[in-house]
């Protein structure tokens, strides 16, 4: 199955300790036997309204091919780390060739 997953880490962490974690789900996706098709780093944004007391965060979005339950452990450490805001997952249909509108260009 298809999913797209965004990630949005607290804005207080550094980029790197924002990235480190980003690519710990990546590994946990290959580890788990999914692929990886696409990823993103959209870089630090502001947040709509505050969420555990951050107004900025570092969003991600993944694009992968894998089984459901390797979110099941996803959804664990979510609740468990308190630089985790957001976590979304989304079955899709196919994932788009593109770069996304929101990738963040200025790290390129």
Do not use: H
Not at 11 to 27: I, M, P
Not at 57 to 66: H, K
């Amino acid at each position: 199955m298809l999913y797209e997953n965004v990630f949005i880490f607290s804005g207080q962490l550094s980029q790197n300790s924002a990235q480190d974690k980003f690519q710990e789900f990546l590994d946990e996706i290959k580890k788990e036997g999914g692929k990886i098709l696409k990823n993103e780093s959209w870089g630090l944004r502001d947040l709509a309204y505050k969420i555990k007391k951050n107004s900025k965060g570092y969003y991600f979005m993944i694009n992968c091919e894998c089984n459901p339950k390797v979110f099941d452990s996803f959804y664990v450490k979510v609740k468990q780390d308190l630089s985790f805001l957001r976590f979304m997952t989304l079955k899709v249909k196919e994932v788009e060739k593109e770069p996304s509108l929101l990738i963040d260009n200025k790290e390129s």
